[in-house]
């Protein structure tokens, strides 16, 4: 039941920083004309440390480790994420709007972002 949990809190972050993505997404392709991958690399930047500080409270408070180490993995597992929510908003965007190309690249990302996370940044100690 653990695992659920903290997929639910996990799960509860991930909304709320997409919401901010999704909003400084439009705004800054809508708005002002920024190429789709452009406007995706701007956010991940903030976007990782959101998710970090949200994560490390309330998804996966019971992680045990260094907190700088922690923070390494986290930039390595968000520049990796960053690669593929940018290939998937680029090849979406051919086909969509791009504004709904990052709408739909949002879910496609949380399995990897909540097992990576899950794994690899906040392992817990054991």
């Known amino acids: 039941m653990p695992a659920v949990h ?4 996990s799960l509860f972050v991930t909304e709320r920083a997409a919401a901010l993505d ?3 997404f ?3 392709t809508a708005s002002i004309g920024v190429a789709p991958e452009n406007a995706n690399a701007i956010y991940y930047g903030g976007g990782i440390a959101l ?8 998804a ?17 597992i968000g520049l ?7 290939m998937l908003v680029t090849a979406l965007s051919q086909m969509m709007a791009p504004v709904i190309a990052k709408l739909l690249s ?3 990302m949380f399995p990897w972002s909540y097992g990576t996370s899950r794994h690899f940044v906040f392992r817990r100690a054991g």
């Open 106 to 108: 949002l879910p496609a």
């Open 26 to 28: 439009a705004a800054l």
């Open 80 to 86: 990796g994420a960053l690669l593929l929510s940018t």
């Open 6 to 9: 903290s997929q639910l809190r």
């Open 22 to 24: 999704l909003a400084l």
């Open 51 to 58: 998710s970090f500080i949200l994560n490390r409270n309330r």
């Open 60 to 76: 996966f408070q019971d992680a045990r480790g260094d907190t700088v180490a922690m923070i390494a993995r986290v930039i390595v």
